[in-house]
């Protein structure tokens, strides 16, 4: 399996801004898609954004489309989450997950592999 470990996380006021850093291990990242869940406290995790093996196509949830990117880059076995414009309902645990189907679905049941997450925290 892929190990995963997230950073970039951190403390933001709204408004501002952040990028997450998922770096992979293993020679099989490129064949995988890649996605993003946070999870608040008290809340269940909910699907952010993904990728699919090659990058050529992006999915996002409604409450982040247009203010969050996600990218990859296969070289560097890593994938981004540039997020912009952040409110407080952001605030969150951050993880990355792999899909090895390669298309990049929004439920987590798509997921075989998490990294341990980043906390990102979004003051007023």
């Known amino acids: 399996q892929v190990q995963l470990v997230e950073s970039g996380g951190g403390l933001v006021q709204a408004g501002g801004s952040l990028r997450l850093s998922c770096a992979a291990s293993g020679r099989t990242f490129s064949t995988y898609a890649m996605g993003w869940f946070r999870q608040a406290p008290g809340k269940e995790a909910e699907f952010v954004a993904a990728i699919n093996w090659s990058g050529g196509s992006t999915y996002y949830a409604d409450s982040v489309k247009g203010r969050f990117t996600i990218s990859r880059d296969n070289a560097k076995n890593t994938v981004y989450l540039q997020m912009n414009s952040l409110k407080p309902e952001a605030t969150a645990v951050y993880y990355c997950?792999?899909?090895?189907?390669?298309?990049?679905?929004?439920?987590?049941?798509?997921?075989?592999?998490w990294g341990q997450g980043t906390q990102v925290t979004v003051s007023v």
């Open positions: 997950a792999t899909d090895p189907s390669g298309y990049g679905k929004t439920y987590s049941s798509s997921y075989n592999s």
